[in-house]
C-alpha cells in the first residue's frame, strides 16, 4: 500500500508542473541528469556509507522539466523507468515501464487539431460515454465509464495559479479518495494530505533557505513519523550532493547524488 500511495502521489506532482520540475525539487543550475543512490549508514560512523540500497536516474530537457526516471536496486540491476511528456509546461503523457521495458500503467491526453479532447489510459482508447473537460492543456474533470457502459469513476481536479495540482477528488463505485496539496511560491511542496474511505496520511515539509527540505513529518493513522535531513556536502551550484537522512532521531540512510548539467 504505502509503494503505491508513494507512486500515486509522484505521478500526480509531475502532472501538472509550471513551475518547473527543478523548481519543485530545490535544484540550482540547468540541470540535465541526477542520480541519487541511497546507502545504509556505516555501522562505526554515521557520516559513512554503507551497503547501496537502492538508486534514481532523473533526466531533464533543456526547459527543466523531467522527462525519464529510471530506478535501480541494491544489485544495480534496473528496476522499473518512467517517461513524461509536456505540452506549453504541463505534462501531458506518462509511460510507466517494468524492468523487462513492458508497459505497465500510461495516461496520455490526446489531441485533436491542437485542442486536448480526451484521456486514454494504458493505451486503451476511452468510451464514448467517457467525458472530459479541460482548462487549457490541464484536464478539470472527468467521468469514466466501463466496457459496459456503466459508469466506472468521476474525478475533479483544481489547480493553482501556477498550474499546480492543489485538489484532486475520484469517486469510484466502491472507493473514493481526495488529494490535497500546498505550494510554496517557489514551487515547493509544503504539504500533501491523501484521505480515502479506508485511511489517510499527512505529509508536511519544511525547508531551509536554499530551498533545501529539512524536516518532513507523516502523520498515519493518529501515528506521527518526523523525518529530518542533515545536508553535508555541496557542488559549486550550491546543489547538495550528501546528505543525512534520520527518522525519529535514528540514522536511517544517506543519499549522495551525483549531478550533470548542460
Same mark, same amino acid.
Given at each position: 500500500?504505502?509503494?503505491?500511495?508513494?507512486?500515486?502521489?509522484?505521478?500526480?506532482?509531475?502532472?501538472?508542473?509550471?513551475?518547473?520540475?527543478?523548481?519543485?525539487?530545490?535544484?540550482?543550475?540547468?540541470?540535465?541528469?541526477?542520480?541519487?543512490?541511497?546507502?545504509?549508514?556505516?555501522?562505526?560512523?554515521?557520516?559513512?556509507?554503507?551497503?547501496?540500497?537502492?538508486?534514481?536516474?532523473?533526466?531533464?530537457?533543456?526547459?527543466?522539466?523531467?522527462?525519464?526516471?529510471?530506478?535501480?536496486?541494491?544489485?544495480?540491476?534496473?528496476?522499473?523507468?518512467?517517461?513524461?511528456?509536456?505540452?506549453?509546461?504541463?505534462?501531458?503523457?506518462?509511460?510507466?515501464?517494468?524492468?523487462?521495458?513492458?508497459?505497465?500503467?500510461?495516461?496520455?491526453?490526446?489531441?485533436?487539431?491542437?485542442?486536448?479532447?480526451?484521456? =486514454? #489510459?494504458? *493505451?486503451?482508447?476511452?468510451?464514448? $460515454?467517457?467525458?472530459?473537460? /479541460? @482548462? %487549457?492543456? +490541464?484536464?478539470?474533470?472527468?467521468?469514466?465509464?466501463?466496457?459496459?457502459?456503466?459508469?466506472?469513476?468521476?474525478?475533479?481536479?483544481?489547480?493553482?495559479?501556477?498550474?499546480?495540482?492543489?485538489?484532486?477528488?475520484?469517486?469510484?463505485?466502491?472507493?473514493?479518495?481526495?488529494?490535497?496539496?500546498?505550494?510554496?511560491?517557489?514551487?515547493?511542496?509544503?504539504?500533501?494530505?491523501?484521505?480515502?474511505?479506508?485511511?489517510?496520511?499527512?505529509?508536511?515539509? =519544511? #525547508?531551509? *533557505?536554499?530551498?533545501?527540505?529539512? $524536516?518532513?513529518?507523516?502523520? /498515519? @493513522? %493518529?501515528? +506521527?513519523?518526523?523525518?529530518?535531513?542533515?545536508?553535508?556536502?555541496?557542488?559549486?551550484?550550491?546543489?547538495?550532493?550528501?546528505?543525512?537522512?534520520?527518522?525519529?532521531?535514528?540514522?536511517?540512510?544517506?543519499?549522495?547524488?551525483?549531478?550533470?548539467?548542460?
Amino acid at each position: 500500500m504505502k509503494t503505491k500511495l508513494f507512486l500515486f502521489l509522484i505521478l500526480l506532482s509531475v502532472w501538472s508542473c509550471k513551475p518547473n520540475s527543478l523548481d519543485t525539487k530545490g535544484l540550482k543550475g540547468k540541470v540535465k541528469s541526477l542520480t541519487t543512490n541511497a546507502y545504509e549508514v556505516d555501522e562505526y560512523d554515521e557520516y559513512e556509507t554503507g551497503d547501496l540500497l537502492s538508486s534514481v536516474v532523473l533526466e531533464f530537457d533543456e526547459d527543466g522539466y523531467l522527462k525519464k526516471q529510471t530506478n535501480y536496486d541494491q544489485n544495480e540491476d534496473m528496476t522499473g523507468y518512467s517517461e513524461y511528456t509536456y505540452t506549453d509546461g504541463i505534462c501531458t503523457a506518462w509511460y510507466h515501464y517494468s524492468k523487462d521495458s513492458e508497459l505497465e500503467s500510461s495516461r496520455e491526453t490526446i489531441f485533436e487539431n491542437g485542442e486536448p479532447v480526451r484521456v =486514454e #489510459y494504458n *493505451e486503451k482508447s476511452s468510451h464514448p $460515454k467517457d467525458k472530459f473537460e /479541460f @482548462d %487549457g492543456n +490541464k484536464i478539470v474533470y472527468e467521468v469514466l465509464y466501463d466496457e459496459d457502459g456503466d459508469k466506472k469513476s468521476s474525478s475533479r481536479y483544481t489547480y493553482n495559479d501556477d498550474d499546480l495540482l492543489v485538489k484532486s477528488v475520484v469517486k469510484g463505485r466502491d472507493y473514493s479518495h481526495k488529494v490535497e496539496s500546498e505550494w510554496s511560491d517557489d514551487g515547493l511542496e509544503l504539504s500533501n494530505k491523501f484521505k480515502s474511505t479506508d485511511f489517510q496520511v499527512k505529509y508536511t515539509y =519544511e #525547508y531551509d *533557505e536554499d530551498n533545501h527540505c529539512v $524536516k518532513m513529518t507523516r502523520k /498515519f @493513522d %493518529g501515528e +506521527k513519523e518526523i523525518t529530518k535531513y542533515k545536508y553535508l556536502e555541496y557542488d559549486e551550484e550550491g546543489n547538495w550532493t550528501k546528505r543525512l537522512i534520520s527518522v525519529d532521531g535514528e540514522p536511517s540512510f544517506i543519499e549522495e547524488r551525483e549531478i550533470e548539467y548542460y
